[in-house]
């Protein structure tokens, strides 16, 4: 049984993120979708919120499991006894930042192999930043987050 973990900030999960995750699935055994802490960011979407989000979003994929975790990402690899940490990459300016934390976390933790997945080219520029940046504007984020989370977020946007 081969198990992945995708983590990342998820501020929203975007479609971007849900094909790497479907992907990811059709690779291993076992995906667990981690909603992390990046200590360089300030997210709009509480932990529980954005875990919430991304566990509607992957409903439909029977072996993908959604979970958060405020700890170092390579503990929580070690806790689930995971073969892999799976990365998108969407351009070459992404490698920099991947590939030192790919380091990083092999430096922490020798059994951390990290996977990198190339992004649908037809997501090349969807990021979460963009869609918080529409959304709190009022614009269409159709196409940009799955269909079945646009109205949760529309609405939460639409309240601040
Ligand atoms: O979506 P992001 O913000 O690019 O994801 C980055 C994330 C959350 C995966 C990274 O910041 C992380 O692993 N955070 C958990 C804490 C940790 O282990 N930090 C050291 C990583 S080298």
Request: with cysteine.
């Amino acid at each position: 049984m081969k198990t992945a973990v995708c983590p990342g900030s998820f501020d929203p999960i975007t479609t971007g993120h849900l094909d790497i995750i479907t992907r990811a699935a059709g690779l291993f055994d076992r995906v667990i979708v981690l909603i992390s802490v990046n200590a360089a960011k300030k997210t709009s979407f509480t932990l529980e919120e954005r875990a919430d989000l991304a566990r509607k979003a992957v409903a439909h994929l029977p072996n993908v499991e959604v979970d958060f975790f405020s700890g170092l990402l390579v503990d929580y690899v070690e806790k689930q006894s995971a073969d892999a940490i799976v990365r998108g990459l969407r351009a070459m300016s992404d490698f920099e930042y991947e590939f030192q934390m790919a380091l990083a976390n092999k430096k922490l933790n020798p059994r951390a192999e990290t996977v990198f997945l190339s992004t649908a080219a037809e997501n090349m520029y969807v990021s979460s930043s963009l869609v918080r940046q529409i959304a709190s504007f009022g614009g269409s984020i159709s196409g940009l987050v799955p269909e079945c989370i646009e109205d949760a977020i529309r609405t939460r946007f639409a309240q601040e």
